[in-house]
């Protein structure tokens, strides 16, 4: 046998290991390819467990800190409703005080319906 006749004899086997054709080489391929496939799914699935935990997380913690925001805003806005009620009857020598008092009352019930904003005793 020549050297050209044992390399086309050696390409033959590469080739039917590459293509599936000859002894159990489709099954290796289709076996290599199941075990990718699989890992990829693992992975992805891995990944997405991740990604909606810190979301979940992230979630949680603009909740919490969020809340915290919102109260502040409550308490800052009954002071300016105070603070404006207060420069209103200064500027009017105390003529409109009742009025004046009672737009304070309503807007800080706006502000806070469960009261906890504070109303302007007057």
Known sequence: MSFF??????FEDIKDKVTGEGDGASSTID????????RVDSSIDDAADAAKNRADDAADRAANEGAGFLDQAGDTAAKGIDSAGDWADSASGGRFSEQIDSVENTAEGYVDQDG????REG
């Open 31 to 38: 076996d290599a390819a199941d075990a990718a496939k699989n």
């Open 116 to 119: 906890s904003a504070g109303t």
């Open 5 to 10: 006749d044992k390399a086309r004899d050696a």
